[in-house]
């Protein structure tokens, strides 16, 4: 069974980058797609971006082009997310996610986040 | 981007009651549309998969249709524990999106 352990709370000054782990326990992180979630306060939920397995790429959504960065590291089974150039609308909580998938004939593919960290709270205040 | 738009944005309900959530894409989407339950203070729960499949430890009394641009959310017999907002999510393009939310409060 996955697990995610997400790293913790970060304080930030406008202009700086933060760098958010989510590691992975049960599964290594080659067998499986992580995506990326935040929820600013008192707002709904807003997908970032994540690994896309069915071209091998990492896709980000429009809005953070140019200033987030998704990597892993295998030799840890840890995932990371870089938001850079902060600003006060950055303040939020950063979710991991899991990708999970459902085969169906003839071969389409459904896919859903399964499994969730607990989330990091990330503030930036000057 | 597809826009998805859940409605109503609230909803006030009783225990027992039966509950629909509706949400709608801005472009046809197939089956590829997942809902989503959050608690204050807590990380999204998947419930729902591919329109209609339930995820496992999921109850029953929550149901998942539609395909295309109109899908649904019900659950049969609202219980205590359900009283929580809940999301959709489109996987259908490449660059997911959710709903603005549908937040299920106590009448």
Known sequence: ?126 | DIQMTQSPSSLSASVGDRVTITCRASQSISSYLNWYQQKPGKAPKLLIYAASSLQSGVPSRFSGSGSGTDFTLTISSLQPEDFATYYCQQSYSTLWTFGQGTKLEIK
Not at chain 1, 8 to 36: D, F, I, N, Q, R
Not at chain 1, 98 to 117: F, H, K, N
């Open chain 1, 1 to 126: 069974q996955v697990q995610l352990v997400q790293s913790g709370a970060e304080v930030k000054k406008p202009g700086a980058s933060v760098k958010v782990s989510c590691k992975v326990s049960g599964y290594t992180l080659t067998e499986l797609s992580m995506h990326w979630v935040r929820q600013a306060p008192g707002k709904g939920l807003e997908w970032m971006g994540g690994f896309d397995p069915e071209d091998g790429e990492t896709i980000y959504a429009q809005k953070f082009q140019g200033r987030v960065t998704m990597t892993e590291d295998t030799s840890t089974d840890t995932a990371y997310m870089e938001l850079s150039s902060l600003r006060s609308e950055d303040t939020a909580v950063y979710y991991c996610a899991t990708v999970g998938r459902l085969v169906t004939y003839p071969a389409t593919a459904y896919y859903y986040m399964d499994v969730w960290g607990k989330g990091t709270t990330v503030t930036v205040s000057s």
